[in-house]
Nanobody, 119 residues
Framework: QVQLVESGGGLVQPGGSLRLSCAASGSFFSINYMDWYRQAPGKERELVAHSTKGGDTTYADSVKGRFTISRDNPKNTVYLQMDSLKPEDTALYYC?????????????WGQGTQVTVSS
């Protein structure tokens, strides 16, 4: 069983910063993708940032230059550094990992952490 636990959300003023973390635990061989998604009220879940085991990263246009995804592979942890936050960044943020166990490869989601950008 693979579990993802997120932390780091909260309330921040526009222009501020937050850092989200997501750690995986359980029995598995490797983690291929480590991603961050978000879902605002009344909107569909969208991909914010994507990272591969090889170190490639991609970002949604709306966060390019402001957000940075990074991963600590030995710790099975992914981070999302969010700077210059805007009210439109307010959403529930989820981490997602594509994990290979001894029997299969499957995707797993974190429980979500709320980010609210407001003055």
């Amino acid at each position: 069983q693979v579990q993802l636990v997120e932390s780091g959300g909260g309330l921040v003023q526009p222009g501020g910063s937050l850092r989200l973390s997501c750690a995986a635990s359980g029995s598995f061989f490797s983690i291929n993708y480590m991603d961050w998604y978000r879902q605002a009220p009344g909107k569909e879940r969208e991909l914010v940032a994507h990272s591969t085991k090889g170190g490639d990263t991609t970002y949604a246009d709306s966060v390019k230059g402001r957000f940075t995804i990074s991963r600590d592979n030995p710790k099975n942890t992914v981070y999302l550094q969010m700077d210059s936050l805007k009210p439109e960044d307010t959403a529930l943020y989820y981490c997602y990992m594509l994990v290979t166990t001894h029997t299969h490869t499957d995707g797993y989601w974190g429980q979500g952490t709320q980010v609210t950008v407001s003055s």
